[in-house]
Protein backbone atom coordinates (compact mmCIF):
# COMPACT_ATOMS: atom_id res chain seq x y z
CA UNK A 1 0.00 0.00 0.00
CA UNK A 2 1.32 3.46 -0.83
CA UNK A 3 1.49 5.94 1.49
CA UNK A 4 -0.23 9.23 0.94
CA UNK A 5 1.87 12.44 1.57
CA UNK A 6 0.05 14.99 3.49
CA UNK A 7 -0.82 17.70 1.09
CA UNK A 8 1.42 21.01 2.09
CA UNK A 9 -0.68 23.55 2.80
CA UNK A 10 0.11 27.07 0.52
CA UNK A 11 1.40 30.27 2.06
CA UNK A 12 -2.18 31.91 1.52
CA UNK A 13 -3.79 29.47 4.37
CA UNK A 14 -1.29 29.13 6.41
CA UNK A 15 -2.04 32.69 8.93
CA UNK A 16 -5.55 30.64 9.49
CA UNK A 17 -3.88 27.26 9.70
CA UNK A 18 -1.40 28.95 12.95
CA UNK A 19 -5.28 30.26 13.67
CA UNK A 20 -6.26 26.93 14.49
CA UNK A 21 -3.22 26.27 16.61
CA UNK A 22 -4.76 28.91 19.31
CA UNK A 23 -8.02 27.04 19.03
CA UNK A 24 -6.50 23.97 19.91
CA UNK A 25 -4.34 25.98 22.76
CA UNK A 26 -7.39 27.11 24.17
CA UNK A 27 -9.00 23.52 24.06
CA UNK A 28 -5.96 21.94 25.92
CA UNK A 29 -6.09 24.83 28.47
CA UNK A 30 -10.16 24.73 29.18
CA UNK A 31 -8.67 20.77 30.36
CA UNK A 32 -6.47 21.95 32.34
CA UNK A 33 -8.46 24.69 33.78
CA UNK A 34 -11.47 21.48 34.56
CA UNK A 35 -8.22 19.38 35.99
CA UNK A 36 -6.55 21.86 38.56
CA UNK A 37 -10.37 22.60 39.66
CA UNK A 38 -10.26 26.27 38.46
CA UNK A 39 -13.55 28.14 39.04
CA UNK A 40 -15.73 27.85 36.23
CA UNK A 41 -16.27 31.86 36.20
CA UNK A 42 -12.05 32.16 35.94
CA UNK A 43 -12.71 29.38 32.54
CA UNK A 44 -16.01 30.79 30.99
CA UNK A 45 -14.52 34.54 31.78
CA UNK A 46 -11.27 33.11 29.69
CA UNK A 47 -13.83 31.77 27.27
CA UNK A 48 -15.54 34.90 26.68
CA UNK A 49 -12.30 36.79 25.57
CA UNK A 50 -11.05 34.12 23.23
CA UNK A 51 -14.21 34.09 21.43
CA UNK A 52 -13.71 38.22 21.15
CA UNK A 53 -10.09 37.63 20.14
CA UNK A 54 -9.99 35.04 18.33
CA UNK A 55 -12.47 33.01 17.29
CA UNK A 56 -15.07 35.49 15.93
CA UNK A 57 -12.51 37.27 13.64
CA UNK A 58 -11.51 33.49 12.62
CA UNK A 59 -14.82 32.89 11.58
CA UNK A 60 -15.53 35.97 9.48
CA UNK A 61 -12.26 35.40 7.75
CA UNK A 62 -13.13 31.73 6.82
CA UNK A 63 -16.72 32.73 6.10
CA UNK A 64 -15.90 35.63 3.75
CA UNK A 65 -13.04 34.67 1.85
CA UNK A 66 -12.30 31.19 2.36
CA UNK A 67 -15.19 29.33 2.32
CA UNK A 68 -16.69 31.56 -1.10
CA UNK A 69 -14.00 29.27 -2.93
CA UNK A 70 -16.11 26.19 -2.69
CA UNK A 71 -20.00 26.11 -3.46
CA UNK A 72 -21.98 27.45 -0.65
CA UNK A 73 -24.13 23.90 -0.94
CA UNK A 74 -20.36 21.96 -1.24
CA UNK A 75 -21.14 19.35 2.00
CA UNK A 76 -18.00 20.40 3.09
CA UNK A 77 -18.66 24.12 3.54
CA UNK A 78 -22.53 22.91 4.80
CA UNK A 79 -20.80 20.94 7.92
CA UNK A 80 -18.56 24.13 8.29
CA UNK A 81 -20.99 26.35 8.89
CA UNK A 82 -23.42 24.44 11.08
CA UNK A 83 -20.01 23.70 13.55
CA UNK A 84 -19.11 27.74 13.07
CA UNK A 85 -22.97 28.21 14.86
CA UNK A 86 -22.60 25.56 17.55
CA UNK A 87 -19.43 26.22 18.39
CA UNK A 88 -21.29 30.07 18.89
CA UNK A 89 -23.73 28.47 20.65
CA UNK A 90 -21.81 27.14 23.34
CA UNK A 91 -19.12 30.15 23.53
CA UNK A 92 -22.20 31.86 24.60
CA UNK A 93 -24.05 29.55 26.81
CA UNK A 94 -24.93 30.70 29.98
CA UNK A 95 -26.82 27.64 30.93
CA UNK A 96 -24.77 24.58 32.78
CA UNK A 97 -21.21 26.18 32.41
CA UNK A 98 -19.73 23.65 33.08
CA UNK A 99 -21.36 20.83 30.58
CA UNK A 100 -20.58 23.70 27.93
CA UNK A 101 -17.38 24.54 28.55
CA UNK A 102 -16.60 20.99 28.12
CA UNK A 103 -18.40 20.54 25.35
CA UNK A 104 -16.77 23.33 23.53
CA UNK A 105 -13.18 22.41 23.98
CA UNK A 106 -14.41 18.95 22.33
CA UNK A 107 -16.32 20.23 19.54
CA UNK A 108 -13.91 23.22 18.74
CA UNK A 109 -10.75 20.28 18.67
CA UNK A 110 -12.47 18.46 16.47
CA UNK A 111 -13.77 21.50 13.85
CA UNK A 112 -10.27 22.17 13.72
CA UNK A 113 -8.69 18.94 12.87
CA UNK A 114 -12.35 18.71 10.30
CA UNK A 115 -10.75 22.24 8.86
CA UNK A 116 -7.19 20.68 8.63
CA UNK A 117 -7.63 17.45 7.27
CA UNK A 118 -10.22 18.09 5.22
CA UNK A 119 -11.81 21.15 4.14
CA UNK A 120 -8.87 23.43 3.57
CA UNK A 121 -7.16 20.26 1.46
CA UNK A 122 -9.88 20.42 -0.48
CA UNK A 123 -10.21 24.61 -0.71
CA UNK A 124 -6.55 24.20 -1.57
CA UNK A 125 -7.21 21.77 -4.17
CA UNK A 126 -9.41 23.93 -6.60
CA UNK A 127 -8.66 27.48 -5.60
CA UNK A 128 -7.36 29.44 -8.43
CA UNK A 129 -4.25 31.16 -7.96
CA UNK A 130 -6.12 34.69 -8.35
CA UNK A 131 -8.25 33.67 -4.73
CA UNK A 132 -5.14 32.53 -3.50
CA UNK A 133 -3.64 35.47 -3.99
CA UNK A 134 -7.09 37.73 -2.81
CA UNK A 135 -6.40 35.43 0.58
CA UNK A 136 -2.78 36.50 0.94
CA UNK A 137 -3.83 40.01 0.47
CA UNK A 138 -5.95 39.77 3.84
CA UNK A 139 -4.14 40.68 6.66
CA UNK A 140 -4.75 38.15 9.21
CA UNK A 141 -2.83 38.13 12.79
CA UNK A 142 -1.88 34.91 13.34
CA UNK A 143 -0.82 35.74 16.73
CA UNK A 144 -3.01 36.57 20.34
CA UNK A 145 -4.41 40.28 19.84
CA UNK A 146 -2.71 40.50 23.67
CA UNK A 147 -1.96 37.85 26.38
CA UNK A 148 -4.79 36.80 28.72
CA UNK A 149 -4.00 38.13 32.49
CA UNK A 150 -5.34 34.97 33.93
CA UNK A 151 -2.98 32.35 32.89
CA UNK A 152 -4.53 29.94 34.84
CA UNK A 153 -3.64 27.04 33.19
CA UNK A 154 -0.44 27.78 34.31
CA UNK A 155 1.01 25.42 37.68
CA UNK A 156 1.43 27.42 40.61
CA UNK A 157 5.02 28.39 41.19
CA UNK A 158 5.96 26.60 44.88
Avoid: C
Avoid at 34 to 50: G, H, M, P, V
Amino acid sequence: MEKKKPLKRHEALKPLSRQHHFGLLFSWKIRKGFEENISIDRLKTYANWFFENEIEPHFKLEENYIFPILDGKNPLIVRALKEHRRIERLFHSQQNLQNSLSLLEEELEAHIRFEERILFNEIQKIATTEELKEIEKIHIDAGSKEDYLDPFWEKAKP
